[in-house]
């Protein structure tokens, strides 16, 4: 006879920005008893339409309910199956190869115009990822949450990608901008994007490029994020590493400068503090939205920290 395992009681929980509650949590337990062969996957999934956790446009938030699932496990309120895949589940293909061939020809002059496409075919997808991991500091990672990509092109020659996500969870100096246009603390997770990469890479060396490629994405955020997640943005912000950039490219493609960082950053699961604080630049979707984020940050108004 299998012993069911006791686990503590929950008030409520609030994790990825949803409240879980004690029936919740027993739903939940329930659903893994009751199909032992589902991966993690599958299960986020199927729990997503049983607490009704979706996105604006109707599509299930599998993705941060993973995420949620695993502190709950943390936590000791639930007991998820074995990872079928090691390392939280299959890496995004890179085949290098595409970018060296994107950016084989160097670029020096001031394209006549740019071509943006918004990277949605498996060979778009596949050339953004080739791109960022050969040639952004950073390297490629998938965020959790919402995500756009775009690819510049001039004719066949890659200029830049760049991508959107949802913005992090807790930033002041936001919550303070976030404030003065009136968005509550609440809306911040769904009016704010983030631009989390932006890479020119080294076959392409012209100047001013770099903010053309800026007021072109963030002219087609809005309505790009609209048709893929049923929501419309307010506002976009990026951070800047200021021992490696000055963000000249996003000053003069309009962004403001509206504070710093507080020096920490995510490692896994924890927060951990390497006093690099980054300057957090922000840019308004509508004109009225940029118009009050301009003067809020003008005549006298500081910036946080």
Same mark, same amino acid.
């Given at each position: ?9 929950? $008030? ?14 027993? /739903?939940?337990? !329930? ?19 049983? *607490? ?20 709950? =496990? =943390?936590?000791?309120?639930? %007991? ?28 020096? =002059?001031?394209? +006549? $115009? ?9 060979? =778009? ?30 004719? #066949? ?6 991508? &959107? ?6 930033? +002041? ?12 603390? %609440? $809306? ?8 989390? @990469? ?9 100047? !001013? *490029?770099?903010?053309?490629?800026? +007021? ?12 893929? &997640? ?6 976009? %912000?990026?951070?800047? #590493? ?22 920490? +950053? ?16 922000? /840019? ?6 940029? /118009? @009050? ?13």
């Amino acid at each position: 006879m299998t012993v069911r395992r006791r686990y503590p009681r929950c $008030e409520g929980l609030v994790i990825r920005g949803r409240l879980f509650d004690q029936s919740e949590l027993v /739903r939940i337990r !329930n659903l893994i008893r009751q199909h032992p062969s589902w991966g993690r996957t599958q299960l986020s999934t199927r729990i997503c339409e049983l *607490l009704h956790w979706r996105q604006p446009n109707g599509r299930v938030k599998d993705r941060a309910c993973r995420v949620a699932m695993l502190r709950l =496990e =943390e936590l000791g309120l639930i %007991e998820l199956p074995p990872p079928k895949l090691a390392r939280g589940g299959r890496p995004p293909k890179v085949e290098r190869e595409l970018a060296f061939e994107a950016c084989r020809m160097p670029v020096t =002059e001031m394209p +006549s $115009e740019v071509r943006v496409s918004l990277a949605c075919s498996r060979h =778009e997808i596949a050339l953004w990822n080739s791109a960022i991991a050969a040639y952004h500091y950073l390297g490629l990672a998938t965020p959790v949450g919402r995500l756009l990509r775009y690819l510049f092109f001039d004719g #066949d020659a890659l200029l830049g990608a760049l991508s &959107f996500t949802d913005c992090s969870w807790a930033t +002041s100096a936001r919550k303070k901008a976030a404030t003065r246009l009136g968005i509550s603390h %609440e $809306e911040i997770r769904t009016l704010v994007a983030a631009n989390n @990469r932006f890479l020119i890479p080294p076959s392409v060396r012209v100047p !001013n *490029l770099a903010s053309r490629l800026l +007021s072109k994405a963030t002219k087609n955020l809005r309505n790009d994020w609209r048709q893929r &997640f049923g929501v419309d943005l307010a506002l976009a %912000e990026t951070f800047v #590493d200021p021992s490696r950039f000055l963000g000249t490219s996003y000053l003069a493609a309009n962004w403001v400068f509206v504070g710093h960082s507080k020096g920490y +950053s995510k490692r896994g699961r924890q927060h951990v503090r390497h006093n690099n604080r980054k300057v957090l630049l922000m /840019r308004g979707l509508t004109r009225a939205t940029q /118009r @009050r984020l301009f003067l809020s940050y003008t005549n006298g108004n500081q910036p946080d920290g």
